[in-house]
């Protein structure tokens, strides 16, 4: 139960981010078919580009898909539930948290810059139709 009252009170603590994220999609969305603040300003997809695919997919058992869509889903999601296990259920934050979290943002960067350079990072147009950007486009 002390799990749950942490939660309650992480999610209270965060109300006006959260707030802001619902307005923010509810105006953003229905004009640019898009959530993205990166492809929204910039025409391009963002490091983290395909992770809510790929944590779909992986939750339906298809972990080649996954890995399509963005592979540094298999160190982000381990990693948010190692988080959530500590946070809430442990009652305390794990003493690796920063480490990981530099760690994560250099692969993922590194990951993004090779899926660019070799063609493989994936776009989803407004019409939800799935390509790859190749290089130099």
Known sequence: ????????????????????????AC???????????????????????GLSRACAAVLTGQFHRAAE????????LPYILWLVAHQYFMGRKPKLMRALNITGG?????YYVWRIVNGTLI????????????PGK
């Open 1 to 24: 139960m002390k799990g749950f009252r942490r939660l309650v009170n992480d999610i209270w603590e965060i109300k006006a981010a959260i707030l802001f994220l619902v307005i923010y």
């Open 106 to 110: 250099i692969l993922t960067l590194a």
């Open 27 to 49: 105006v953003v969305f229905p004009i640019f078919h898009c959530f993205c603040p990166m492809v929204v300003l910039f025409g391009y997809p963002c490091p983290a580009c």
């Open 69 to 76: 869509e963005n592979a540094m889903i298999f160190f982000w």
């Open 123 to 134: 776009d989803v147009d407004d019409a939800g139709i799935i390509s790859r950007i190749m």
